[in-house]
């Protein structure tokens, strides 16, 4: 079954630690996206990657980090700069980066950050 | 910014059409309207998306409106598992959206 894998669902981390969020994907698909949702709110766009070893910052994109080493995956890591971590992290894919009405948004499960 | 306004809550009677609304009044000639749902604590799920006419597929209808600032997301008989947030985004591609807090649908049995 295709699909996005997020991992892990939950994690704590301390304060001044950096933490790294997996996303993999076997849907082939070219484009992936993170974005950052706070409760009650809706999804903020933090980095994104249309190809293989290029991506973008999205809106809210500091404190965060992210590479694009294999098509697959696209790895998130929160550092200490960023001020409020306390979040759930969504991944997305889609075929292409390109502006396209074939751009429909696959998501994974999420992964709920708490900072202690 | 791609900003799209819907109301915060809608209320529905199970079995019946709920039609949820969505403003985008700032929308460019290339925008696809994209509609996406989503359960507490799970990721946001496709529904449906568009670009001039109408669309039609197995879990909603989607009706945009001829100047394209608006649009309406259709179910025809709610259930239950459709109640939900719901939101409306527009873009040339759909990931680079901010999804705004969308609707929050309930659906009373």
């Known amino acids: 079954d295709g699909g996005i894998t997020q991992s892990p669902k939950y994690l704590f981390r301390k304060e001044g630690q950096n933490v790294t969020l997996s996303c993999e994907q076997n849907?082939?698909?070219?484009?992936m996206y993170w974005y950052r949702q706070d409760p009650g709110q809706g999804l903020r766009l933090i980095y994104y990657?249309?190809?293989?070893?290029?991506?973008q910052k999205g809106d809210i994109a500091e404190g965060y980090s992210v590479s694009r080493e294999k098509k697959e995956s696209f790895p998130l890591t929160v550092t200490s700069a960023q001020k409020n971590p306390t979040a759930f992290y969504l991944c997305?894919?889609?075929?292409?980066?390109?502006?396209?009405?074939?751009?429909?948004?696959?998501f994974g499960a999420g992964s709920r950050l708490t900072v202690l | 910014d791609a900003k799209t306004t819907q109301p915060n809550s809608m209320e529905s009677n199970e079995e019946e059409p709920v039609h949820l609304p969505c403003n985008h009044s700032?929308?460019?000639?290339?925008?696809?309207i994209h509609w996406y749902r989503q359960l507490p604590s799970q990721g946001p799920e496709y529904v449906i998306h568009?670009?001039?006419s109408n669309v039609n597929n197995r879990m909603a209808s989607l009706a945009i409106a001829e100047d394209r600032k608006s649009s309406t997301l259709i179910l025809h008989r709610a259930t239950l598992r459709d109640a939900a947030v719901y939101y409306c985004?527009?873009?040339?591609?759909?990931?680079?959206?901010?999804f705004g807090d969308g609707t929050t649908l309930t659906v009373k049995p």
């Open positions: 997305a894919s889609s075929i292409t980066g390109q502006a396209s009405g074939a751009n429909v948004l696959t």
């Open positions: 849907l082939n698909h070219d484009a």
């Open positions: 990657s249309q190809i293989v070893n290029d991506f």
């Open positions: 700032t929308i460019s000639g290339t925008d696809y």
């Open positions: 568009g670009l001039t």
């Open positions: 985004i527009h873009n040339t591609n759909a990931g680079k959206s901010t």
